[in-house]
């Protein structure tokens, strides 16, 4: 059985809509329309997932479908996503900027204070530069509970420290302030008293 008859088949038995389907494998519907419609084929990512769905093996999956499985062997292995290509650049600049801070011999905390600000500039600009409406489309409820999560554990260091910071400095100017009063009226006491 073909791929496209195959996806049908499963999908209806559960009694999904292809927006369903499309909504559970974060694609669009017009992408299980064109599966189903054997106007194109799932890539092998997608096979993957379609198999978790439907409880079936990809033998079952793609066996008897000889289009899609020369698709798997003339291509090879797919080319890596944008998102898969940041993530990579992403890790590999954190190990560079690591490997950098060890050789200047910088402490955690002189680099997170050079790092603070930028790291803010840049989480205000890229929550500028999202596609919020798109977002909402491709993320799931599971990845973003993960994602702010994520985020409050990374920002709860420094959001402590400012807060420790701006209340020692208050309290400093405060006790700095009561005792320059103190000293001022003892000193406008003492030249009335001694004039």
Known sequence: MKISQQIKQQREQRHWS?????????????????????TAL???TNVIKLGELFDLSLDDLIKGDDKLIHKFESHGPEPLSRLSKF????????IVGYLIGLA????????????????????????????WTQMNRILSKKTL???????????IPSLTQ??????????AGIMQSEKDGYLGVILLFKSILFK
């Open 87 to 94: 993530v990579l650049s992403v890790a590999g600049l954190s």
């Open 42 to 44: 799932p890539s092998f």
């Open 104 to 131: 200047l011999h910088m402490s955690a905390s002189n680099l997170r204070d050079w790092l603070e600000l930028p790291f803010i500039i840049t989480l205000i600009w890229l929550l500028c530069t999202i596609n």
């Open 145 to 155: 509970i993960i994602g702010g999560l994520c985020l409050t554990l990374l920002l």
């Open 162 to 171: 400012s807060i420790h910071d701006m209340i020692s400095g208050m309290w």
């Open 18 to 38: 292809q927006a369903n389907l499309a909504k559970r494998l974060n694609i669009s519907r017009e992408s299980i329309s064109k599966w189903e419609s054997d």
